[in-house]
Structure formats: structure tokens, C-alpha cells
């Protein structure tokens, strides 16, 4: 857990996060809240979410949709902001520890093949325990955590 952005950053720096950037796969959006950072073994879950999801699609003939990455680590700092406004925020968040991430499913709403895929691919890990997934009504996202 780190208290601020710049913890955060010297852990980038060292190796220990690897920033996460808008790809192939999926998109990273602006984070009021969190920062674009993960530990690797969290990027490599996302980059493996993201090939089994394409292939997926590909097999069904449709066309890709990017999941999105609303949120990602948080700093003790950033979780006290929040909790102000979402009940859901707690003071040991897994988003402190940099193996969570928030996966938005809005963008799926005009999509509802991709969105079934997508889920589908989300329960596969989740049942191959590589990862625990809950799903968030209010706040409109999967909640992922690395495991």
C-alpha cells in the first residue's frame, strides 16, 4: 500500500508496477481515483483476458469491442477521496495492493454477444482460479483481482 501517486511511481520506477496503456485489447480510461499502474502478474491476467476474449470473437464472426480498465491501484490518499463518494471504496481496498483492476461493461451495452463472450471468458478464470471476480451492479464494472 502506498500513501500517494509518487509511492506509486517509485514502484514503477523499480519494476515492482508496470503502467497499463490503451492496446489492442483494451482500453485504459482517465482515473480520478487510481493510477494506470499494476504488478505484472495483474497486466499478464489483462493481456490473457484480452487474447481469449479476441479469439472468442473471432471465432463467433464478431466484431471486437475493447473492454474498458476503469480503475486500477489506488493509494491510501486516493481511497480516502473516494469513500467519500462510494460505498463500495473500503479502507483495505484490494485496488491498494496492485493486483485489482475495474473492467467498465458500459461500452458492451450496444454489444450484447461480445458482452456474453466476454463474461463467459471472465468465468473461465475466475473457475481456473486465476483470478476472483465480482461483479459490481452500481458501480456499472467487474471488479478483478489477480490471484
Known sequence: SQKDSQGLRNLESEGVLKKITTNDYYIVRDMDHSDPLLLTKA???????????????????????????????????????????????????????GKTFDIGYINFADYPQQRALFIQVLKSFNEEKKCFVKFEVSQKCFHVTAN
Open 43 to 97: 497486466v499478464d491476467l489483462l493481456t490473457n483476458i484480452g487474447s481469449l476474449y479476441k479469439s472468442e470473437v473471432d471465432k463467433a464472426g464478431l466484431t471486437y469491442v475493447p473492454f474498458e480498465i476503469t480503475s486500477a491501484t489506488r493509494t491510501i490518499e486516493s481511497v480516502k477521496r473516494l469513500q467519500k463518494g462510494n460505498k463500495n471504496a473500503i479502507k483495505n481496498s484490494a485496488h491498494l495492493k
